[in-house]
């Protein structure tokens, strides 16, 4: 297919490639800058919004991809990154190629080690706001891949949120994501659970949330103290709550007497038991942390930090 006639491209045009609920925003928070962009999506209908707003729709993906120095993915999974990407390669060669996808830090190096093969300069991207919240200072992207990739395009990154990078291992700013994300889903879960709780005696989850959300929130003064423990490695420290202290046998036996099942404070306390169970009862109950952490953390010497 031949290119239609178009002005040349810019290092500030992009082409964005999955226009779903999180892929139109960044698309319409470049064109809100007055940038030049391209989109492409799947299902094309998809992207006729973005296009109506003055984003130009290409034909195709080999279109959208050749369209623009800086190529955008915000697909679903890392297979359908692969899927999409794989037949457009040569396209891509040359080209700056900045995923945002959640994808896994195993898949980011994946897809960085495919990056480099083709020529292919990639960044990785963890978008850590909903679609409404693109376009603001207060929200975050992280980014890892190349650094002189990542200074180059940094004034259009700017436009979606307040960019932060994480180094050139392009794993890097997956993990701090989906490290994220778990304590995140962590905290939802232990509210549900604790709605199911109260549920027994008629309170509505709504009643209980205007409750647990301002508790919630005060608690997350207490990350800081336990960031400090588990850093210096010292369970002994005074001031500790310690695990006989934190022993949540009371909550999970309160649960099982309401017919709520305990999965999520129970497994807390699976951990507490094991840490109990190993002799370590009167340390601080930021000990689980022996539990979890991978047996030796790689510390990479161009980063200077644990990995
Ligand atoms: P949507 O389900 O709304 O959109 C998914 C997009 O991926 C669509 O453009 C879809 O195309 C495309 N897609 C899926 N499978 C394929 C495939 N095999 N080949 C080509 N295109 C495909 O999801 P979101 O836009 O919300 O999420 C996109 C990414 O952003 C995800 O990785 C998500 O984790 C991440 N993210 C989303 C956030 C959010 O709040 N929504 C927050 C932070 C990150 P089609 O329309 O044709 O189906």
Not at 106 to 120: C, D, F, M, N, P
Not at 164 to 192: K, P
Request: glycine share 10%; charged share 20%; hydrophobic share 45%.
């Amino acid at each position: 297919m031949s290119e239609p006639t178009r002005k040349p491209a810019q290092l500030t045009d992009v082409s964005m490639l999955g226009l779903g609920a999180m892929g139109s925003a960044p698309a319409a928070a470049l064109l809100g800058a007055g940038r030049s962009v391209t989109v492409w999506n799947r299902t094309p209908e998809r992207a006729e919004k973005t296009v109506a707003r003055g984003a130009r729709g290409a034909a195709s993906l080999r279109e959208a991809v050749t369209a623009s120095p800086v190529v955008v993915a915000c697909l679903l999974t890392y297979d359908s990154v692969r899927a999409t990407l794989d037949p457009v390669a040569d396209e891509l060669r040359g080209r700056t190629l900045v995923n945002v996808t959640t994808i896994t830090p195993t898949e980011s190096r994946q897809l960085a080690a495919w990056a480099a093969e083709v020529g292919i300069t990639y960044r990785d991207g963890a978008i850590m706001v909903v679609p409404d919240m693109i376009g603001a200072r207060e929200g975050q992207i992280f980014y890892s891949g190349s650094r002189e990739a990542y200074d180059a395009v940094l004034p259009t990154l700017d436009i979606w949120a307040t960019s932060e990078f994480h180094g050139e291992d392009a794993g890097r700013a997956s993990l701090v994501d989906l490290a994220m994300l778990s304590g995140m889903y962590q905290m939802f879960a232990g509210f549900i659970h604790g709605a199911a709780m109260v549920a027994t005696m008629g309170m509505s989850a709504t009643e209980f949330a205007a409750r647990q959300a301002p508790f919630l929130s005060a608690m997350t003064r207490g990350l800081a103290a336990y960031a400090e423990v588990v850093d210096g490695g010292d369970y002994t420290v005074p001031g500790q709550q310690s695990l006989e202290f934190s022993d949540l046998s009371h909550l999970v036996r309160a649960s099982k007497e309401q017919g709520v099942d305990p999965a999520p404070i129970a497994t807390v306390q699976e951990l507490i038991s094991r840490q109990i169970a190993a002799g370590h009862g009167a340390e601080g109950f930021a000990r689980i942390y022996e539990n979890l952490r991978a047996a030796r953390p790689t510390v990479r010497p161009e980063e200077g930090t644990a990995a």
